[in-house]
Nanobody, 119 residues
């Protein structure tokens, strides 16, 4: 099993920055991808960014490109999401997730952390 714990959420003003962390424990996969997703009230969950645990290749949603940066610290089994130039529409619960045995399918999820951007 894999446990994922997010932290770093909170209230931030528009234009500000925030860094989210996701600590992974338990069974880990060197071939796995870690992803950040978000869900705003009344909306479906959407992809934000992902990174490969080993190779470090990254992917971003168009809505966050140039503003958000995903990174990892393999020694700490932690993935980060650095968010800058935040907008009110970035307000959501942010979840981290990890793929499991099936490539590309996110199987393990954290409990989420709320990010609220005030205008």
């Amino acid at each position: 099993q894999v446990q994922l714990v997010e932290s770093g959420g909170g209230l931030v003003q528009a234009g500000g920055s925030r860094r989210l962390s996701c600590a992974a424990s338990g069974r880990t996969f060197s071939s796995a991808r870690m992803g950040w997703f978000r869900q705003a009230p009344g909306k479906e969950r959407e992809f934000v960014a992902s990174i490969h645990w080993s190779g470090g290749s990254t992917s971003y949603a168009d809505s966050v490109k140039g503003r958000f940066t995903i990174s990892r610290d393999n020694a700490k089994n932690t993935v980060y999401l650095q968010m800058s130039s935040l907008k009110p529409e970035d307000t959501a619960v942010y979840y981290c997730a990890q793929t499991g045995d099936i490539p590309g399918k996110y199987h393990y999820w954290g409990q989420g952390t709320q990010v609220t951007v005030s205008s």
